[in-house]
């Protein structure tokens, strides 16, 4: 090796504790920006695994292919498994207690169907033989229809018609619900209707044939077969939960595809590449395939889908956490090696004065830097993947909860990812010793040997006021011009703590908002649980609430009721802001009146009592009048966007007593007269604000029975308060089926909120805690060299002197003005930080602007910490030292 | 009239097969007012015994009496405060802070001790060092002479009692010598202020009122040329 490498790596190992400073450094920022690109690839894999367990694995569908083309697309190179898929349509379902799922629906696979789809067998076995048939639970479940293992069944299978409205005459598929056709003329009615089978004679029907007239569709024969049941499976995710077809599979093999059969083929690919689209056109082209499509919900995690979001936003991200990483890491670097480069300025001084080239010593800088490269680098990537897997580990479980997921994040090593870390880390190095190495190229032999250029001062840079010294001592002031001397470094320290300080504060802050949004958002939802018990069954319904209001850990229930009517009021009691609106455009108005929808509320008879009192209105009258009474609720809530803030205002200026006329929907149909019984702000549990334009009446099931006689459609809903949502929602979900009702498990909601919140939370405060950590190794660099610098200056100081007393003064308010400069620049432009993040949370969310003052106090006492350490630590080192010693001393 | 006296001093610098006997057993007072100059070959321990005698650097064993204080019983603090008010050290090189002035440098100790600085004297010294129109330059914006002056400025200060010089010229010219060796004259006659100085010229070294040779750490000869 050269003798200008020797003397670096012995000047490197020399000055031992800022060499491993360095490299800590380094160390951390390339773990860091490892990290997060092992976190974008496991994250995209952790998608791609999920969207395999839920929908299954294949790359491209070849639609209708005939057996010719069929051998054509399995002999295909890039096929890895083949699978075989036909759907053979429709059976009545015979005794089906689900009357919107009166079918079963008869698909085909082959064997290979069974591990690339999610397929779960719960009980029997697959498949294996023509004519077998595995079925969904559901069946037993919800159709309530037994069939045992082995049981033979009989079916016509047809195809589902539609045979009312628009589009006469299509086939449905299972994403098209059971098709009810609403109209007066065929209810009820024992007249012949059309039919498309010409096999039943006129007169008799059964109720089946009844309940298909009624319906919008109807069922046609084209083949009868039977299977044997041989399994259960769970039922399938492709299956929506509105088909009205249970599914049910069964064999298909490529003997069973004749000359003159259509199957689809699902090609699962050996290699997904780019090249896979012109590939399968090129093969569909050839063989005469028309219709052919691909998965690219799936294929997008490869990569090879052109312009996809998902990835752009990811890659993005990537590159923005990335760049901060390098900023914080090269100011580290870049000040590690200007202190090297500023150390050895003698040496290099004398190497040039031998002879040494601008490159040789320019060169010495890079090798220095190639050198805590080739350690760190290798060490920054192991750490940051152990680092990674460990914090998967503790995360997965939050991970599943939050987003419903079943599949793990795992560490995702891919070369890529490797290779991006190490370039970026290099570059990082690279840019930091650039100007360093510069500087060292240009020192010349004299300017070593004098050391003047360490020191070029003005008067001007030094000047400090006068008021220091009177105030403070002189040893304040040496330490403020001990800051001022060496303008560039200290910039350094004080950059570095202050993007430590802003990071912190912003995030923490963000996080802060986050939860107060949430409980913001949480704000007047004081239930658990809701239940939709739907508009169809009242009787239905009122069994379902009465078994579910009689569970165990129920504490407190509502049950409300809602239909939507209509009024028009008079142009003086609108809401203002429609007058305003009004006054401008008067076509608004029909007759002097503005149209209104009203939303009644019915509450049970408790709840309403309860209510009633809380809003000082008499529940007496709901009783005893045979006439419609209401609490309106005069309250509206909109979000005013050229404000851009959420406003309430009135809803209505009327008064007791006055009177609404409610109409079902047109001028046409007029339902009755409301009295308006009392006035006020407050709202029942489950009821949301009206928008402007709407109003909320409050009234009891009486009156809401009245209204719906007339032919309007109600919804009740259940809001339950429980000791243990989790189970309440089991339990409920087992009392009914999952059709009819659907329950909102409100706690469990903001459960998975607040998990989100701790979720970013571990990766933001993990990331800023690294990121401080460069800035401390940055700093305590610094702070160390330029107090290690100065050790003939303070055995000066010494010898002319100044007491330990006074030195230790001067120290600490060198570090105190580091931490005051840091905290001018940091907190001003932390809060400026917050006011913003403020200003965009109050586009959805109305609170007042806080101060997180607890976590700056936290942050102040930290910068404090940190510098006055750093001090401490090296000038412990110093003070000890010799007077003699120090002055004899070169810089080491 | 002793302001200085040495007992049996020594110094020891490492330890073991490195040990290096800087000074041995060298014992010798010294009259106020007297201009010594102590000479010898590099190693001989002069720049240790000038350190020994201005406070800057513990004995291994021995004492030092300045106006009958013994120093070295002294504390840190009340060492450094001794120094600030009793001593006046000027070395070779590297003798001025570099952020602060001329005119700061120059009341340093002073403004150490926290004591308002006597304008009159002040401008007293700069008038006779000749440094009245660099008061506010930085030592960096001084030449190697300028930046002697400075420090024997700020050596006399504080009025010492003692003032100590390793080497003062070794970095100058020999104009510059001159000056800087007629100005420590000046203020030895006039301000009566004792002054040890080190140096390998002999033109200095005769024109001190006592010469001082040190060898291999032992006062090899101690003349006195001018009583």
């Known amino acids: 090796m050269n003798i200008i490498n020797k003397l670096t790596l012995r000047q490197m190992r020399l ?118 048939v595995v079925l969904s639970e559901e069946i037993a479940k919800n159709g309530k229809v037994k069939y045992a293992l082995g049981e033979q069944i009989t079916l016509a299978i047809g195809q589902r018609v539609k045979t009312a409205g628009e589009n006469k005459g299509e086939l449905l598929t299972q994403y098209a619900p059971l098709q009810r056709y609403i109209g007066e003329e065929n209810a009820g009615e024992g007249t012949t209707g059309e039919r498309t089978t010409g096999e039943r004679t006129t007169g008799e ?32 995710n492709w299956e929506p939960t509105w088909a009205p077809g249970y599914t049910v599979i069964s064999y298909l093999d490529e003997s ?70 390098v900023i914080g890491s090269v100011s580290l670097i870049y000040n590690a090696f200007a202190i090297s480069v500023a150390e050895r300025s003698r040496d290099l001084g004398m190497l040039a004065s031998v002879g040494a080239t601008k490159k040789q010593k320019r060169n010495s800088v890079y090798f220095e830097g190639a050198v805590i490269a080739l350690v760190s680098i290798p060490l920054g990537l192991l750490s940051g993947l152990a680092g990674i897997g460990l914090t998967f580990h503790f995360i997965n479980p939050l991970i599943q909860s939050v987003s419903g997921m079943s599949e793990e994040l795992t560490v995702v090593v891919t070369p890529a990812s490797i290779l991006l870390a190490c370039v970026v880390s290099l570059l990082t190095i690279f840019i930091s010793t650039y100007l360093p190495a510069r500087k060292a190229s240009r020192i010349s032999a004299i300017e070593a040997i004098r050391q003047t250029t360490e020191v070029k001062l003005t008067g001007k840079t030094v000047k400090t006021s006068k008021l220091i010294r009177r105030l403070l001592g002189i040893e304040a002031e040496l330490g403020l011009k001990n800051l001022k001397r060496n303008k560039r470094r200290y910039q350094a320290v004080v950059f570095s703590l202050v993007i430590s300080i802003v990071l912190f504060l912003t995030v923490s802050y963000f996080t802060a908002s986050l939860q107060k949004a949430l409980s913001l958002s949480q704000d007047g939802v004081n239930f658990d649980i809701s239940v939709a018990l739907g508009s169809e ?40 802001e429609l007058r305003e609106q009004v006054k401008a455009d008067p076509s608004m108005l029909e007759k002097g009146e503005y149209p209104y929808y009203l939303d009644i509320y019915a509450l049970d008879d408790e709840s309403l009592r309860e209510y009633a009192t809380q809003v000082g209105a008499d529940f007496a009258q709901f009783d005893q009048s045979p006439e419609l009474v209401g609490i309106v609720v005069d309250t509206a809530i909109y979000e005013d966007k050229t404000a851009n803030k959420i406003v309430e205002t009135r809803a209505i200026e009327a008064e007791i007593g006055q009177t609404i006329d409610l109409y079902r929907d047109s001028r046409e149909t007029y339902l009755g007269k409301m009295r308006i019984s009392a006035l ?101 660099n610094s702070i160390s060299t330029s107090i290690a610098l100065r050790k003939r200056e303070f055995a000066m100081l010494k010898s002319v002197g100044m007491t330990p007393k006074q030195f230790n003064k001067m120290i600490n308010y060198e570090s105190i003005l580091y931490g005051i400069q840091a905290l001018f620049y940091g907190l001003p432009l932390s809060i400026l930080v917050m006011h913003l993040i403020h200003r965009t949370f109050q586009s959805s969310f109305r609170y007042e602007f806080f101060l997180p003052w607890e976590r700056i106090g936290a942050v102040i006492m930290a910068v404090f910490v940190i510098v006055g350490s750093a001090m401490l630590f090296s000038g412990a080192k110093v003070k000890k030292e010799n007077i003699i010693d120090a002055l004899k001393q070169e810089n080491i | 009239m002793e302001i200085l006296k040495i007992e049996h001093l020594s110094k020891i610098y490492g330890t073991g097969e490195t040990a290096v006997k800087a000074l041995d057993d060298v014992s010798f007072t010294v009259p106020r007012g007297q201009f010594v100059a102590i000479i010898g070959p590099s190693g001989s321990g002069k720049s240790t015994l000038l350190h020994m005698l201005g406070g800057v650097d513990r004995p291994t064993s021995g004492k030092v009496f300045v106006e009958n204080t013994d120093i070295y019983a002294l504390d840190e603090t009340r060492l450094a405060i001794f120094r600030r008010r009793q001593v006046g050290l000027i070395y070779q090189f590297y003798n001025l802070i570099p952020v602060l002035t001329v005119a700061e440098n120059m009341t340093l100790p002073l403004l150490l001790d926290q004591q308002k600085v006597d304008e009159s004297h002040f401008q007293e010294i700069v008038k006779a060092l000749n440094m009245q129109d660099r008061l506010d330059y930085l030592p960096n914006q001084l030449s190697g002479g300028q930046q002697q002056r400075v420090s024997i400025g700020r050596a006399l200060m504080n009025n010492p009692s003692i003032m100590l010089a390793d080497e003062p010229t070794g970095n100058l010219d020999s104009k510059n010598s001159k000056e800087i060796i007629d100005l420590l004259k000046m203020f030895n006659k006039t301000f009566h202020k004792t002054l040890l100085v080190i140096t390998h010229d002999e033109r200095i070294a005769l024109q001190a009122d006592r010469v001082i040779a040190l060898e291999d750490g032992r006062i090899a000869k101690d003349e006195v040329i001018r009583p």
Request: aromatic share 8%; charged share 20%.
């Open chain 1, 15 to 132: 000055n031992r504790r800022r060499t491993l400073v360095t490299i800590i450094g380094v160390i951390i920022s390339v773990a860091m920006i490892m990290a997060v690109a092992t976190i974008s690839v496991s994250f995209l894999e952790l998608v791609k695994k999920q969207t395999i367990a839920r929908e299954g694995e294949w790359h491209v569908t070849y639609k209708n292919v005939n057996r010719e083309q069929l051998q054509a697309v399995k002999g295909d190179e890039d096929t890895r498994t083949l699978i075989l898929s036909r759907d053979r349509g429709y059976a009545l379902l015979p005794g089906s207690q689900n009357e919107y799922k009166p079918y079963l629906f008869i698909k085909e696979y082959s064997s290979e169907a069974y591990t690339q789809l999610p397929i779960e067998l719960s009980a029997g076995r697959l498949p294996q033989a023509p004519h077998e």
């Open chain 1, 205 to 236: 029907e059964n109720t089946e044939e009844r309940n298909s007239r009624e319906r919008g569709e109807t069922l046609t024969t084209e083949s009868t077969e039977t299977y044997t049941v041989v399994g259960y499976i769970k039922r399938p």
């Open chain 1, 256 to 325: 069973m595809v004749g000359a003159q059969d259509n199957v689809d083929a699902l090609v699962v690919l050996k290699k997904v590449k780019r090249s896979l689209y012109p590939h399968a056109e090129a093969l569909a082209q050839k063989a005469g395939i028309e219709q052919y499509n691909f998965n690219n919900y799936l294929l997008r995690f490869y990569g090879v889908t052109a312009d996809d979001q998902l990835q752009k936003t990811l890659w993005t991200l990537t590159a923005i956490m990335m760049s901060i990483i």
């Open chain 1, 537 to 576: 069954d009242p009787i239905a319904a009122e069994q379902y609430i009465r078994s579910i209001i009689s569970l165990a850990d129920v504490q407190k229930y509502s049950v409300v009721t809602q239909l939507t009517t209509f009024t028009w009021l008079d142009e003086q009691i609108i809401a203002p």
């Open chain 1, 680 to 780: 006020t702000g407050q709202l029942p549990m489950g009821v949301f604000p009206a928008g402007v334009g709407g109003l909320n009446i409050i009234v009891s099931e009486q009156v809401l029975n009245k209204l719906a006689e007339q032919q309007v459609d109600t919804e009740t809903s259940l809001f339950l308060r429980t000791a243990d949502p989790l189970e309440t929602q089991h339990q409920i979900e087992e009392l009914v089926g999952s059709d009819h009702l659907y329950v909102y498990n409100v706690y469990q909601q903001r459960q998975k909120e607040e998990q989100m919140i701790l979720l970013m939370s571990v990766f933001t405060y993990g990331f800023i805690v690294l990121i401080t950590a460069i800035s401390i190794a940055n700093i305590f």
